[in-house]
């Protein structure tokens, strides 16, 4: 079973620029999360999505931040513009009904903000 | 409110000694789930354990166990004869559920506890 994908690994960007990350979850699962983990601390839930519907993104800093999941399948976070403070592993995770709560993660997206 | 303490920022212990990783957690629901995750160097979390409020019997899984105490909020975690590839960073973490089809399941981590296993 393919696990979760995300891309790009790495990104570096200035400030005030633009950037995407994008996941494709395991297939099945319906429920995917974007997690910020800052250096040195626990991943941080963004938001969180059950099919194409957000379930909480009560987290998501949504003056600059975005994320969808149109079709139920992959899903895009977007931050626009990035902040020096940004700098950090964007994590997207996945998990089905049959796995609750078992969540499964990507490699994540390193993400420098110069 | 939700939260997860690993009081534990780093440790370092010989290969083959035994560890302990710490974890202590707040919630004022009855019925929760407690984690942990073990992060290597390439990124990944890797999930190790999910226990159910209920269930406080202790864990084994080959060289790793779990003790789960409800009286004093803990859910430490110990490795037996630590191996070098057991380096890593271990988060804990608890989700509150009110049951199985309840979505909210959002996961709050811990800070994590940097585990180095010396040769």
């Known amino acids: 079973e393919a696990g979760v994908a995300q891309s790009p690994r790495y990104k570096i960007i200035e400030k005030r620029q633009s950037v995407a990350f994008w996941c494709n979850p395991i297939?099945?699962?319906?429920?995917l999360y974007w997690y910020q983990q800052i250096l040195g601390q626990g991943p941080k839930l963004l938001i969180q999505?059950?099919?194409?519907?957000?379930?909480?993104d009560s987290q998501l800093p949504k003056d600059r931040f975005s994320a969808e999941r149109l079709k139920g399948v992959d899903s895009t976070l977007k931050i626009q513009p990035a902040k020096l403070e940004d700098s950090a592993v964007y994590l997207c995770?996945?998990?089905?009904?049959?796995?609750?709560?078992?969540?499964?993660f990507g490699p994540g997206t390193r993400l420098t903000v110069l | 409110a939700q939260k997860v303490t690993q009081a534990q920022t780093e440790i370092s212990v010989v290969e083959k000694e035994d560890v302990t990783l710490d974890c202590v957690y707040e919630?004022?629901?009855?019925?929760?789930?407690l984690f942990w995750y073990k992060q290597p160097p390439s990124g990944e979390l890797v999930f190790l354990i999910r226990?159910?409020?209920?269930?406080?019997q202790n864990e084994i899984s080959g060289r790793y166990s779990w003790n789960f105490q409800k009286s004093t909020s803990s859910f430490n975690f110990t490795i037996t004869a630590s191996q070098v590839v057991d380096s890593a960073v271990y988060f804990c973490?608890?989700?509150?559920?009110?049951?199985?089809?309840?979505?909210?399941?959002?996961?709050?981590f811990g800070k994590g506890t940097r585990l180095h296993i010396l040769p």
């Open positions: 973490a608890l989700s509150e559920a009110a049951g199985l089809k309840n979505r909210d399941d959002k996961i709050i």
């Open positions: 999505f059950q099919n194409n519907g957000v379930v909480d």
């Open positions: 297939s099945g699962h319906a429920t």
């Open positions: 226990r159910n409020s209920f269930d406080e």
């Open positions: 919630t004022r629901d009855t019925t929760y789930y």
């Open positions: 995770a996945s998990h089905s009904e049959s796995s609750y709560n078992e969540q499964f």
